[in-house]
């Protein structure tokens, strides 16, 4: 190892009080592993300064003022979708500034912004989001006791070839089209399957395959009669998919006497059964090699569905109290997703009565 050019503060002075023992250079730059040059140059320096710390270097001259890096962050915050360079051609329109996209990422380092990917939801509107807080003030109190009698369900779908950006490759510079080093994806995910199933804390249905378009006579007849209805303890809730809202299933849902939760449009992000779906897809993805057809794939879901760990359910579904006793000083969905649109309502009214003043 070749020896260090510069030292801390604390080895500088620690080489000072050696000198003025009478050490010899050499012998303290094998110490603290330097070359001799160093102790020499330190040496001098302490004789002509009378400092141990080095002195404070100027370094090179920022491009930016305080000013123009204000500038830079207000770009990124108001547009948080705008790239480095997008940026960059702005602040150079505006003042007349030359700087590089690595000087824009470089300034908004310095307040703390980095690029990450951005997390995906679904368009809400004003009544979506009146809709969803009246759901969350509704229910925001609810204890385990209350979710416990819940079942949720919905369908999802799994493509033979799932495409989430979860999968990395380690490769070289240069390597980037090696063998290998590339991933073959067929079209539309080479075929898929769409699949329902239903949680609670006490139990799970079994992972039904749905084969074709899922109409309102298919859910009662092929989900609600035999899956739904015999194993439902209390309240069923299921989204506002058009076969889930159907005369049909409302006539039958109102018949059998079930108790169905109110459910706000556009908020699959409230229903606990999305990260099963999430964790059924991980545990899929673990088998080597991968499901070679769509059979194999059901298979392995049905089998994963099965082995998935109670405890696993549990904790999803109590991740929703926002109150819980068990587990105190915990932010829940429910309660963090209220003070959100809180924020967010709040924010449009402010907006919209600025605009008509």
């Not at 990917?117 to 509704?138: E, I, K, S």
């Not at 079930?258 to 999305?274: F, G, H, K, T, Y």
């Not at 109590?318 to 819980?324: L, Q």
């Amino acid at each position: 190892m070749p020896p260090r050019r510069k030292l801390s503060d604390l080895d500088r002075g620690r080489a000072i009080g050696w000198l003025q023992d009478g050490v010899a250079a050499r012998q303290v730059a094998q110490r603290l592993a330097v070359a001799p040059s160093v102790i020499i140059r330190l040496k001098q320096s302490f004789h002509t300064t009378g400092r141990v710390q080095e002195r404070q270097r100027s370094g090179r001259p920022r491009v930016t003022t305080q000013r123009e890096d204000r500038f830079i962050q207000r770009q990124a915050m108001q547009q948080r979708m705008a790239t480095a360079n997008n940026i960059r051609q702005r602040l150079q329109a505006t003042t007349n500034t030359v700087v590089s996209g690595q000087t824009i990422r470089n300034r908004l380092h310095n307040f703390g912004l980095r690029a990450r990917r951005p997390v995906r939801g679904t368009t809400l509107t004003a009544n979506h989001r009146a809709a969803r807080r009246a759901w969350c003030t509704q229910h925001v109190r609810w204890q385990r006791q209350q979710w416990a009698q819940v079942l949720f369900t919905d369908e999802s779908r799994f493509c033979l070839e799932p495409a989430d950006g979860r999968i990395r490759v380690w490769r070289r510079r240069g390597e980037r089209f090696a063998e290998g080093a590339v991933l073959e994806r067929q079209r539309f995910g080479g075929g898929s399957v769409m699949v329902w199933g239903g949680i609670s804390t006490r139990l799970r249905t079994p992972l039904y395959h749905v084969v074709g378009n899922l109409t309102g006579v298919r859910y009662q007849n092929e989900i609600l009669q035999p899956l739904v209805v015999p194993a439902l303890q209390a309240i069923l809730q299921d989204d506002n998919a058009p076969p889930h809202r159907s005369a049909a299933v409302n006539t039958f849902i109102q018949q059998a006497r079930v108790n169905r939760m109110m459910w706000p449009a556009n908020s699959p992000d409230l229903n606990p059964i999305e990260h099963m779906w999430d964790e059924l897809c991980r545990r899929v993805q673990q088998h080597h090699p991968p499901p070679a057809n769509l059979g194999q794939l059901l298979q392995w879901l049905k089998q994963e569905w099965k082995g998935v760990p109670r405890a696993f359910i549990c904790s999803l579904i109590h991740s929703i109290c926002a109150n819980d006793v068990l587990m105190p000083g915990t932010q829940r969905r429910a309660h963090a997703l209220l003070t959100l649109i809180h924020i967010v309502v709040n924010s449009i009214l402010r907006v919209v009565t600025f605009d008509t003043l």
